[in-house]
Structures are given as structure tokens and as C-alpha cells.
């Protein structure tokens, strides 16, 4: 599955992609151009729960656990930056989750 994200956030396509069935999802990896968080803070958006404007900007992509390694190897090789966000699961179906542990990601180099 695939969803270009855009002004409903990480989390909000994260539940897009997610709709119609029995799966849920949690965030663990939030990348985002830099100042992204200060420009959130300013505009009052909540950032920390990945349903700002400022999470937005990338493709999500559902992988298959088998197919990860050669997946993000194969977009590296071709110079795509990428990064796994977070994981599939069956806990609270149709509900994104922002790990505890998030890791707010700012990217300089793009």
C-alpha cells in the first residue's frame, strides 16, 4: 500500500493507509525538513502527535517484513532517501500510535 503524504500528516495517512482493515499501526521514526518542529510550535500545530503539516511532504509505503531489507536497499542504491517510520500491527485496530520512544528525525541534506 502507498499514500503521497500531505496536509493530514505522518499520522493521518498512516490511518488512510490503514482504513477497511483489522490493522493498526505505531509511529517510531518522525523525519522532517529542518525547522519543521519550530515552524509547528509557531503555528500551534501538534507536532508530537504527527498530525501536523510539517510531518508531510514524503511517500508511505506498506512493505511486506520479508521484503524491507531489499526494498530500502534497492531505493538507497538509487540515491531515494528512506527511512522505516514505524510498524504494522493488530493491537487497537485502525489506530496510529506515537511510540513513547518516538525519534524526531531533522533532515539537512535533501
Known amino acids: 500500500a502507498m499514500s503521497d503524504i500531505t496536509g493530514f500528516g505522518l ?3 498512516t490511518k488512510e493507509l490503514l482504513q477497511h482493515s483489522n490493522l493498526s499501526a505505531v509511529i517510531e521514526k518522525v523525519p522532517s525538513i529542518t525547522l519543521s518542529r519550530e515552524l509547528s510550535a509557531d503555528l500551534g500545530y501538534a507536532f508530537e502527535e504527527c498530525r501536523a503539516h510539517e ?4 511517500m508511505l509505503l506498506a512493505v511486506d517484513n520479508e521484503m524491507i531489507e531489499e526494498f530500502t536497499n534497492a531505493l538507497t542504491n538509487s540515491n531515494v532517501p528512506n527511512w522505516i517510520v514505524g ?3 493488530k493491537k487497537r485496530p485502525g489506530v496510529v ?4 520512544d518516538v525519534e524526531f528525525l531533522e533532515i539537512t541534506d535533501f
Open 11 to 13: 499520522a493521518g495517512h
Open 55 to 58: 510531518t508531510a511532504g514524503g
Open 87 to 89: 510498524t504494522i500491527d
Open 97 to 100: 500510535r506515537v511510540s513513547d
